[in-house]
Protein backbone atom coordinates (compact mmCIF):
# COMPACT_ATOMS: atom_id res chain seq x y z
CA UNK A 1 0.00 0.00 0.00
CA UNK A 2 1.34 3.50 -1.06
CA UNK A 3 1.32 6.11 1.58
CA UNK A 4 1.78 9.69 0.92
CA UNK A 5 2.71 12.76 3.48
CA UNK A 6 2.67 16.39 2.27
CA UNK A 7 5.30 18.42 4.81
CA UNK A 8 5.91 22.17 4.11
CA UNK A 9 4.92 25.77 5.64
CA UNK A 10 1.32 27.02 6.33
CA UNK A 11 2.23 30.27 6.11
CA UNK A 12 3.85 31.91 2.92
CA UNK A 13 4.23 35.32 2.24
CA UNK A 14 3.47 37.09 -1.64
CA UNK A 15 5.99 37.12 -3.51
CA UNK A 16 7.39 33.77 -2.20
CA UNK A 17 8.43 30.47 -3.41
CA UNK A 18 6.49 27.93 -1.53
CA UNK A 19 8.52 24.72 -1.42
CA UNK A 20 5.83 21.58 -0.65
CA UNK A 21 7.52 17.62 -0.14
CA UNK A 22 5.47 14.55 -0.66
CA UNK A 23 7.36 11.35 1.58
CA UNK A 24 6.64 8.15 -0.15
CA UNK A 25 6.20 4.91 1.57
CA UNK A 26 5.27 1.80 0.39
CA UNK A 27 6.44 2.06 -2.78
CA UNK A 28 9.68 3.54 -4.62
CA UNK A 29 9.92 6.53 -6.69
CA UNK A 30 11.49 4.77 -9.49
CA UNK A 31 8.77 2.29 -10.03
CA UNK A 32 8.00 1.57 -13.19
CA UNK A 33 5.08 3.49 -14.85
CA UNK A 34 3.84 5.28 -12.01
CA UNK A 35 3.52 9.18 -11.48
CA UNK A 36 3.38 11.01 -8.86
CA UNK A 37 1.47 14.25 -8.87
CA UNK A 38 0.69 17.55 -7.02
CA UNK A 39 -3.11 18.64 -6.97
CA UNK A 40 -4.52 21.51 -5.27
CA UNK A 41 -7.83 22.82 -3.87
CA UNK A 42 -8.45 26.62 -3.61
CA UNK A 43 -11.54 27.30 -0.99
CA UNK A 44 -14.73 27.54 -2.62
CA UNK A 45 -13.13 25.60 -5.69
CA UNK A 46 -12.53 22.04 -7.49
CA UNK A 47 -9.50 20.26 -7.67
CA UNK A 48 -6.62 21.90 -10.14
CA UNK A 49 -3.40 18.92 -11.64
CA UNK A 50 -0.67 21.13 -11.04
CA UNK A 51 2.01 18.56 -12.36
CA UNK A 52 3.64 15.65 -11.96
CA UNK A 53 6.90 13.70 -12.06
CA UNK A 54 7.04 10.19 -13.52
CA UNK A 55 8.94 7.29 -12.54
CA UNK A 56 11.86 8.10 -14.82
CA UNK A 57 12.52 11.42 -13.64
CA UNK A 58 10.42 13.16 -16.64
CA UNK A 59 8.43 16.52 -15.03
CA UNK A 60 5.01 17.46 -16.60
CA UNK A 61 2.93 21.29 -15.81
CA UNK A 62 -0.43 22.56 -16.55
CA UNK A 63 0.08 25.14 -18.55
CA UNK A 64 -1.42 27.83 -16.81
CA UNK A 65 1.15 27.28 -14.02
CA UNK A 66 4.06 26.18 -16.05
CA UNK A 67 6.44 28.91 -15.86
CA UNK A 68 6.18 29.50 -11.84
CA UNK A 69 6.55 25.65 -11.17
CA UNK A 70 9.04 22.82 -10.54
CA UNK A 71 8.86 19.17 -9.27
CA UNK A 72 11.80 17.43 -8.56
CA UNK A 73 12.66 14.43 -6.69
CA UNK A 74 14.91 12.76 -4.18
CA UNK A 75 15.38 9.35 -4.94
CA UNK A 76 17.55 8.59 -1.65
CA UNK A 77 14.93 9.86 0.35
CA UNK A 78 12.06 8.69 -1.84
CA UNK A 79 10.73 11.98 -1.87
CA UNK A 80 9.36 14.57 -4.39
CA UNK A 81 9.12 18.00 -4.39
CA UNK A 82 7.02 20.78 -5.63
CA UNK A 83 8.06 24.44 -6.11
CA UNK A 84 5.75 27.43 -6.85
CA UNK A 85 7.48 30.47 -7.33
CA UNK A 86 6.15 34.21 -6.73
CA UNK A 87 2.83 33.40 -4.90
CA UNK A 88 -0.28 35.33 -4.31
CA UNK A 89 -2.99 34.86 -2.17
CA UNK A 90 -4.82 33.21 -5.42
CA UNK A 91 -2.36 30.27 -4.89
CA UNK A 92 -3.89 29.74 -1.50
CA UNK A 93 -5.58 25.87 -1.59
CA UNK A 94 -5.01 22.43 0.36
CA UNK A 95 -2.22 21.25 -1.55
CA UNK A 96 -2.44 16.97 -2.66
CA UNK A 97 0.14 15.14 -3.38
CA UNK A 98 -1.31 11.66 -5.60
CA UNK A 99 0.35 8.60 -7.15
CA UNK A 100 -0.35 5.95 -9.38
CA UNK A 101 0.44 3.96 -12.29
CA UNK A 102 -0.47 4.95 -15.76
CA UNK A 103 -4.20 3.30 -15.61
CA UNK A 104 -4.80 4.82 -12.67
CA UNK A 105 -2.58 7.39 -11.60
CA UNK A 106 -4.65 9.04 -8.72
CA UNK A 107 -5.25 5.86 -6.89
CA UNK A 108 -3.24 6.78 -3.37
CA UNK A 109 -3.35 10.23 -2.25
CA UNK A 110 -2.07 12.07 1.18
CA UNK A 111 -3.85 14.11 3.59
CA UNK A 112 -3.37 17.34 2.27
CA UNK A 113 -1.71 20.01 3.89
CA UNK A 114 -3.54 24.01 3.63
CA UNK A 115 -1.39 26.55 2.37
CA UNK A 116 -2.16 30.20 2.67
CA UNK A 117 -0.36 32.59 1.17
CA UNK A 118 -0.67 36.09 2.71
CA UNK A 119 1.29 39.19 4.15
Known amino acids: QVQLQESGPGLVKPSQTLSLTCTISGASITTNYYYWTWIRQPPGKGLEWMGAINYSGETYYTPSLKSRSSISRDTSKNQFTLQLSYVTPEDTAVYYC???????????WGQGTQVTVSS
Open 98 to 108: ASGNTMRPFDY
